[in-house]
T-cell receptor, first 112, second 113 residues
C-alpha cells in the first residue's frame, strides 16, 4: 500500500497562512491525493483533492510537488474554526480495485 | 438537504456477539463507503458499495461484511466480535464515484466488552 506521512501536530495564529505538509514517496502514477479534516466529535469533512496540478477551492489550495512525492495543503488565512485534524489520503488503485489509504493526520491548533 | 445518517450512534456488545450498523446516504448519492477509526490504527477503509454491489474492499477479515439496498441505504455487519473491534465506524456517501467528494456521517461508536 502507498503510505502518507504527516507531522503529528502544528500550530498557527489566527489570520495567518498555514502550510500542512504530507509526504507520499511511494505514490503511484494513478493515485489521487485527497485532504479531509475532522473536527472533534464529527465525521471527516472533504477539503480538496488533486492528481498532478495544483488545485484551489474556496476552502484551501493544494500544492503538489513535480515528482508527486509530497504535497502541501495551504489554508490562506487560518480561523479558529480551522482547528481540526487534517488527513492526507491517497486513493490507491490496485488490481482494478480502489481504496483510500489514510495517514495519521496532523492536529492543527489555531491560536487567537 | 439531510446529511448522512448513521444508527445507532452508540452501542455496547460483548465478545462473540455480532452487530449491524446502518447508514442512510444523502438523497441521490449512490456510493456508500465504510471506515473504522481507532486511536491506534487511525482511519481505515473497510469497503464501498455502489448499486447494491461491493465495488471496492479494504484489508479487513471476512467477519466484516456489508450490503447495500436498492434505495442506496447500507448496512455493515461484524460477526464474532473481538475487543479490538471497539471503534468509531464511519459511513460516507458520494454521488457515484467511489472516492469523489465524500460526505461523512457522525459515526456509530461500538464498544466491545
Amino acid at each position: 500500500d502507498a503510505k502518507t506521512t504527516q507531522p503529528n501536530s502544528m500550530e498557527s495564529n489566527e489570520e495567518e497562512p498555514v502550510h500542512l505538509p504530507c509526504n507520499h514517496s511511494t505514490i503511484s502514477g494513478t493515485d489521487y491525493i485527497h485532504w479531509y479534516r475532522q473536527l472533534p466529535s464529527q465525521g471527516p469533512e472533504y477539503v480538496i483533492h488533486g492528481l498532478t496540478s495544483n488545485v484551489n477551492n474556496r476552502m484551501a489550495s493544494l500544492a503538489i510537488a513535480e515528482d508527486r512525492k509530497s504535497s502541501t495543503l495551504i489554508l490562506h488565512r487560518a480561523t479558529l474554526r480551522d482547528a481540526a485534524v487534517y488527513y492526507c489520503i491517497l486513493r490507491d488503485r490496485e488490481g482494478g480495485s480502489e481504496k483510500l489509504v489514510f495517514g495519521k493526520g496532523t492536529k492543527l491548533t489555531v491560536n487567537p | 438537504k439531510a446529511g448522512v445518517t448513521q444508527t445507532p450512534r452508540y452501542l455496547i456488545k460483548t465478545r462473540g456477539q455480532q452487530v449491524t450498523l446502518s447508514c442512510s446516504p444523502i438523497s441521490g448519492h449512490r456510493s456508500v463507503s465504510w471506515y473504522q477509526q481507532t486511536p491506534g490504527q487511525g482511519l481505515q477503509f473497510l469497503f464501498e458499495y455502489f448499486s447494491e454491489t461491493q465495488r471496492n474492499k479494504g484489508n479487513f477479515p471476512g467477519r466484516f461484511s456489508g450490503r447495500q439496498f436498492s434505495n442506496s441505504r447500507s448496512e455493515m455487519n461484524v460477526s464474532t466480535l473481538e475487543l479490538g473491534d471497539s471503534a468509531l465506524y464511519l459511513c460516507a456517501s458520494s454521488l457515484a464515484q467511489a472516492f469523489g467528494e465524500l460526505f461523512f456521517g457522525e459515526g456509530s461508536r461500538l464498544t466491545v466488552l
